[in-house]
T-cell receptor, first 112, second 112 residues
């Protein structure tokens, strides 16, 4: 089983739609989680951090279910500018390394 | 905020040659830097951890003699791809952890 697994993409949605991405992780000891956004040929950018049950920032909501080892990202009122690949990310559990394990990403295409 | 730079941003080289990629932490000193690789349509994969003043730690499957890492100062880590092959063509990204992960803009390598 992969350490971090995500919904296969791409998701093609109209502007204004609500879309949700799912992610499962294998290491039950993981304490923190992140959603990153990556535009084509660019570095990933931090979108949201998730440390407890969830986090909300404007149109974006992340939820964590530790029992199911499941994280979700909900985007409401999608904008054209939301088109990107969304990466579910879990920190490497080795002490002090601070490296990240990335999911394969879910591509979102918001259409006018 | 913290800024990480990479140079060059893109490079094309011929098979068999070597290419050096620089990663600089501009705002703070970093004893550890991370090198990731991203093949087309795939996610980022950690290649190695660069340690200032000591040997780099490589992930399983990454050839240390092919991907030479030098972390000679607290602000600079270099990745040298030796005897490059077309299959080494990829997007190479470095990162530094300082409270959160800061990524460089990436270097796109094409080996012809």
């Amino acid at each position: 089983r992969k350490e971090v697994e995500q919904d296969p993409g791409p998701f093609n949605v109209p502007e204004g739609a609500t879309v949700a991405f799912n992610c499962t992780y294998s290491n039950s000891a993981s304490q923190s989680f992140f959603w990153y956004r990556q535009d084509c040929r660019k570095e990933p950018k931090l979108l949201m951090s998730v440390y407890s049950s969830g986090n909300e920032d404007g149109r974006f909501t992340a939820q964590l279910n530790r029992a199911s080892q499941y994280i979700s990202l909900l985007i409401r009122d999608s904008k054209l500018s939301d088109s990107a690949t969304y990466l579910c990310v879990v920190p490497d559990m080795d002490t002090g390394r601070r490296a990240l394990t990335f999911g394969s990403g879910t591509r979102l295409q918001v259409q006018p | 905020g913290a800024v990480v730079s990479q140079h060059p941003s893109w490079v094309i080289c011929k098979s068999g040659t070597s290419v050096k990629i620089e990663c600089r932490s501009l705002d703070f000193q970093a004893t550890t830097m991370f090198w990731y690789r991203q093949f087309p349509k795939q996610s980022l994969m950690l290649m190695a951890t660069s340690n200032e003043g000591s040997k780099a730690t490589y992930e399983q499957g990454v050839e240390k003699d092919k991907f030479l890492i030098n972390h000679a100062s607290l602000t600079l880590s270099t990745l040298t791809v030796t005897s490059a092959h077309p299959e080494d063509s990829s997007f190479y990204i470095c990162s530094v952890f300082f409270g959160e992960q800061y990524f460089g803009p990436g270097t796109r390598l094409t080996v012809t």
